[in-house]
């Protein structure tokens, strides 16, 4: 590939030789049946491989009380770890890197996805906005104390699992409002122990379940994906840039491979708007290697590792349509609209592995 494209030259992460800084990022996809991934994942995610490229997977469930989403996948039981197997095989046959982004939705949920009809757990018992986002949100439970080890368990657990499944490593899901950012951001955050208040304790979450991740699987093995900027799902806080720096500074600590960070200027799913904010005093204090994700397009994606204000740039939505988007930027050839309204029906095939691939 050009070496004059930015986004094309390679890139040792860790162990790993990359051959150029275009991921795919972690897309939630809703077509994975009762939880369980499908054969037809293989297809969409072999469809976006390329040799020496890093694939991250849709949000994948720690447990049976993780979901919040219809049709999302798991990894917390054998079943799921078989299933996975063909579609990371599907990747690796095809020289990609795949890494699987594991989750925790907490309140993002309602009766209807929790076993026996129970009230989803978060860090919090306060109500998202009934209809946000287009939910019908149950009111949340707030783990006791004594519950929080078993939360950190569940993600070490599914850790092992993607290791058993053959993934080359996971990324923790610590954005997007989900149940990490639900603990690090104060507008949530209302406890009164040790996992809230100061700043320190709402980051004692995120920061224990990345030691108990990284202690199982190594470290080097290891991603976290951090929204501080962000208020999805009502999760913001009052502070972004002081939680970005201490929790990139932490990290360092467990020696994990990758922070993935959303862009400052991506508040809300989809919307990009004005922002003083900069991810680049992240970047500098985390020593491992550093992620942006956040509407980027092939041009500011450029310029973000060529000024060295990140190493790799994650793509969503320009790389659900076009599953071969490192080709296209290579040829600087024209993009597939993607469409919105099929981001999240759970068809096999429509919006999912029927995007056109350039004809050369």
């Excluded at 162990?15 to 991934?37: C, D, I, K, M, W």
């Excluded at 018992?125 to 707030?142: H, Q, V, Y």
Aim: net charge negative; proline share 6%; with cysteine.
């Amino acid at each position: 590939m050009a070496p004059s494209i930015p986004l094309l030259t390679p890139y040792k992460m860790g162990e790993f030789n990359l051959s150029h800084r275009v991921v795919l990022a972690p897309l939630t996809r809703n077509r994975s049946y009762g939880n369980v991934p499908q054969p037809h994942a293989a297809l969409y995610y072999s469809q976006r491989t390329t040799e020496g490229g890093l694939l991250i997977t849709e949000a994948t469930g720690v447990s049976n009380t993780a979901q919040g989403y219809p049709e999302t996948p798991g990894i917390w039981t054998k079943e799921h770890v078989e299933a996975w197997k063909p579609i990371v095989k599907a990747v690796h046959d095809k020289g990609g890197i795949f890494f699987c982004q594991i989750w925790h939705v907490g309140r993002v949920s309602n009766y209807e996805f929790q076993p026996n009809g129970e009230a989803p757990i978060s860090s919090t018992d306060k109500e998202m906005t009934p209809g946000l986002a287009g939910g019908d949100w149950s009111p949340p439970r707030r783990l006791r104390t004594d519950e929080i080890p078993a939360l950190v368990n569940d993600f070490r657990l599914a850790a092992r699992n993607a290791i058993d499944a053959g993934f080359d490593g996971v990324e923790i899901h610590g954005a997007n409002g989900y149940i990490i950012d639900q603990f690090l951001k104060d507008k949530v955050n209302d406890r009164t122990d040790q996992y809230g208040g100061s700043l320190e304790n709402r980051c004692r979450l995120a920061l224990e379940i990345v030691e108990a991740v990284a202690s199982e699987i190594g470290g080097d093995k290891v991603g976290i994906r951090l929204s501080t900027f962000a208020d999805y799902m009502e999760c913001g806080d009052t502070n972004p840039e002081a939680l970005g720096l201490y929790m990139a500074t932490a990290l360092n600590k467990y020696n994990i491979l990758y922070l993935h960070v959303i862009e400052p200027r991506m508040v809300q799913v989809f919307d990009t708007s004005e922002t003083p904010y900069s991810t680049l005093p992240m970047k500098k204090a985390f020593k491992g290697t550093f992620i942006s994700a956040g509407g980027y397009k092939k041009d500011d994606g450029n310029n973000a590792v060529k000024d060295e204000k990140t190493d790799l740039v994650a793509f969503g939505r320009l790389f659900l349509a076009n599953p071969d988007l490192p080709k296209r930027f290579e040829l600087d050839a024209g993009l597939n609209k993607y469409n919105r309204d099929t981001f999240y029906i759970q068809d096999p095939q429509v919006g999912y592995t029927d995007y056109p691939f350039l004809e050369v």
